[in-house]
């Protein structure tokens, strides 16, 4: 009986432990940056660490994006995982622009400028410009098994879950990409 119970103990230490252990790893990837590599085609690449986290972990140390868990309508107990990416685009437009008279009284400057991702259309009437913007991109996310977290056991030792992101369009910069697998 007191193998069974000092086991039982030893049991849930060791579970006790692990939690911490990835509550601190977890911890230290939050404050990490995006790594940002070059693809072969020269195309720019985000990744990062995924973290792992309980329902209940999540709830608790990122409560802003649990919250938006339940405005999508989704329950945090269900979800499996949870990805959040940031982007912002820059793009300078020089355009040229071309006049037309309407019912021969008012002077409307038209102008419109489109490239792959972003279109820009506009109309200019006295000191007003009237504008339309939009952008369409697409953003590829991919969790994979990267590097190993104790590279000298070799087989031994674990792969570490890794993100990579990446946008069709060469003049968008991700800022921010997360993404957290919730355990059971």
Do not use: C
Request: aromatic fraction near 10%; glycine fraction near 4%.
């Amino acid at each position: 009986m007191a193998l069974v119970l000092s086991f039982s103990f030893w049991r849930l230490w060791q579970q006790k432990q692990n939690d911490y252990q990835r509550i601190f790893e977890v911890g230290e990837a939050l404050n990490h940056e995006l790594t940002v590599i070059r693809a072969e085609n020269g195309q720019l690449i985000a990744q990062n660490s995924v973290l792992t986290l309980k329902s209940k972990e999540l709830e608790a140390i990122l409560p802003g994006l649990a919250s938006e868990l339940r405005d999508l309508n989704v329950r945090l107990n269900r979800a499996k995982s949870v990805s959040s990416t940031g982007f912002m685009v820059q793009t300078p437009a020089i355009v040229a622009i071309r006049d037309s008279v309407l019912f021969d009284t008012v002077q409307v400057r038209i102008f419109n400028f489109q490239d792959g991702f972003f279109k820009v259309e506009g109309t200019a009437i006295g000191a007003e410009q009237h504008l339309k913007l939009s952008y369409e991109d697409t953003l590829v996310q991919v969790v994979y098994r990267g590097e190993r977290e104790r590279p000298w056991l070799w087989v031994f030792s674990p792969r570490k879950l890794m993100q990579r992101v990446s946008m069709k369009n060469p003049n968008a910069n991700i800022y921010y990409s997360q993404t957290i697998s919730i355990e059971r």
